[in-house]
């Protein structure tokens, strides 16, 4: 043994931790993209539920080459999202919601922004009395796509509150054709959980356009009644594509 992997070990030992090299997959996955493609490049990322942009700033930091395109439909966090955004020539903000059609839907607003959610989209959302209400603009990602001549996504991330399925529904173009690289999208886990699309749903759906559990990220428990079961986690499927691709690249390279 060395002395750097004896001095690491005699941390471990004084702290009771365990130091990685890498971290394990499912904590970063960026960082996982990184290992597992290592020459793939991100190029055009989807953030729908864009809320404030926080996400969307991490896509900036991390994937150097991006152009993010933020979809948040509500007033006065869409303001916000410009604000936060603006002057970044790498962003595109637009106050849509995307669905599985065109339509007009209404949006309820209650507590924090990152809790707002389509009217009729989540499972059984319970509703407050003391919400608010807005009348917002629905379109398919499928529609956008082709109005803006976007025929490859490399990075779709889906936090709509319980409107994830109905996205999906809505990019059954670009599922289908495999334009579409990667899929994150927000699961519930329990039977109990009412916001979120059961993790078994989206699984059979994207399953079904061979699409692949990549990654599980933050994995949250019922923190709204303190049980220790999982209520939500962030799920990110592959395309059959890039897997094919990446498969073709080790064989030659090896």
């Known amino acids: 043994m060395n002395l750097k992997n004896k001095v690491k070990k005699l941390v471990e030992q004084l702290t009771d931790t365990h130091i990685y090299r890498v971290l394990p997959r499912g904590i970063d996955f960026i960082q996982d993209i990184s290992n597992s493609l ?5 190029d055009t990322v ?19 080459s991006s152009h993010i395109y933020c979809f948040e439909p509500v007033g006065d966090t869409f303001r916000q999202l410009q604000d936060n955004l603006k002057d970044n020539e790498r962003v595109n903000c637009y106050q849509l919601a995307l669905g599985s059609s065109k339509s007009k ?3 309820i607003i209650q507590g924090r922004s990152i809790m707002s959610f389509l009217l009729g989209q989540s499972i059984k959302s319970p509703i407050n009395n003391d919400v608010t209400t807005e009348s917002v603009d629905i379109i398919t990602l499928d529609e956008f796509c082709h109005t803006k001549r976007i025929d490859q996504i490399n990075y779709l991330k889906i936090d709509t509150e319980g409107g994830d399925l109905e996205v ?18 927000e699961a519930g886990m329990n039977p109990s959980n009412n916001r979120h699309v059961p993790f078994e749903i989206l699984k059979g759906f994207l399953e079904a356009h061979r699409y692949f559990i990549f990654g599980i990220y933050e994995q949250v428990n019922e923190w709204p009644t303190r049980e220790p079961h999982l209520r939500r986690t962030n ?20």
């Open 105 to 107: 839907g209404i949006m």
């Open 38 to 42: 290592p020459i793939y490049r991100v």
């Open 168 to 185: 999906l529904k809505g990019s059954l173009n670009m599922l289908t054709e495999q334009r579409i690289d990667l899929v994150e999208v």
């Open 235 to 254: 799920i990110l499927f592959i395309s059959h594509r890039m897997i094919e691709m990446n498969r073709n690249t080790t064989a030659v390279s090896a």
């Open 46 to 64: 989807f953030d729908v539920g864009a809320n404030v942009g926080q996400s969307s700033k991490v896509y900036l930091a991390r994937f150097p």
